[in-house]
Structure formats: structure tokens, C-alpha cells
């Protein structure tokens, strides 16, 4: 367990659970209609395509955590997306549509543990290095920082102003 590891895993809780209170007010902002095109645009998105991504990230990136961290030692793997992945845009075209209380679940059951998972790493381990298609070589460390802690904090920051609270 690191200081590292343990600060982060309460940033991504900080998160989360900011993300349940507002739960309600994206439960009743409208859903982009069903057969819209979603754009890998996170900018064009309404508040519930905002939390159909998260619920999915949160499951993906801890994927990608698990991925690099079983990689056998000396080497770096590869891990990652881009925002244009067909498969990120397909379950966020398919969720946005999900009640609220669906997808707050998903994302509640994750995010506790992909938190506990964080809080576990060992210094060791937030060193092990992969290999992202556009960003470079990153530690664990850096993965968790970039993937989970600043972009649920970012996504939270787009929500408040998708809502209408700054």
C-alpha cells in the first residue's frame, strides 16, 4: 500500500460520490434520442451519455490497470484507447438510454472496487510501466491519475455545467 495509492483511491470515492448526488438531476435531463449517432466528441454529449461513459470507463480503465499489472516482469504492454474506439461509442450509444439508477449502480459497484484496488497497489506496482497508443509509456501511477482521478474530476466539472451547477 502507498501514500500515492491511498490518495488517489480517495479521489476517485470523492468522485463517485459526487456523481450519486447529482443522480437525480440526470435522471430527469432528457437522453439524446435513441437512434442518434453519438459523437466520440465528449463535448457534444447531454448528462446521462456524460454517465453512461464514466460507468463504462471506470470498468475499462481498471481493466487496463489489471492488464499492465499482469504483464510478465521486463516487459511493457500495450493499453488503452482513443477517444474514436468503436467499442467505447457502441456501449455508450447503448447505455445513455439506461434509467440513472441503473448506471449509478454499475458505477457505484466499480468505482468501490477499482478504489480498493488503488488502495492495494504497492509502490512496485505503481511503477510497472505500459505502453498507451498516443500517450506514450506511463507508470500505473500515471494511469490511475490520468484515467481515473483527473477524468472523473473533469467529468464532474461537465456535469455541474451540463446541469446548470458551477
Do not use: C, K, N
Not at 81 to 98: E, Q, S, Y
Amino acid at each position: 500500500m502507498s501514500e500515492a495509492g491511498v490518495g488517489r483511491a480517495r479521489r476517485v470515492e470523492a468522485s463517485l460520490a459526487v456523481i450519486a448526488t447529482l443522480g437525480t438531476t440526470i435522471a430527469a435531463s432528457p437522453p439524446l434520442p435513441a437512434d442518434a449517432r453519438l459523437s466520440p466528441d465528449e463535448d457534444a454529449w447531454g448528462p446521462r451519455e456524460v454517465l453512461a461513459h464514466v460507468t463504462e470507463a471506470v470498468a475499462f480503465w481498471h481493466g487496463e490497470i489489471e492488464r499492465v499489472l499482469a504483464a510478465p516482469d521486463g516487459t511493457i504492454p500495450a493499453f488503452g484507447r482513443g477517444p474514436a474506439d468503436g467499442a467505447r461509442v457502441t456501449i455508450i450509444a447503448r447505455d445513455h438510454g439506461l434509467p440513472a439508477d441503473v448506471l449509478l449502480t454499475r458505477l457505484g459497484r466499480e468505482g468501490t472496487a477499482v478504489a480498493a484496488r488503488i488502495t492495494r497497489l504497492t509502490p512496485d506496482e505503481l511503477a510497472r510501466i505500459g505502453r498507451h497508443p498516443a500517450w506514450g509509456d506511463m507508470s500505473v501511477e500515471e494511469i490511475v491519475e490520468a484515467t481515473l482521478a483527473t477524468h472523473l474530476e473533469g467529468h464532474i466539472e461537465q456535469l455541474r455545467r451540463l446541469l446548470g451547477r458551477t
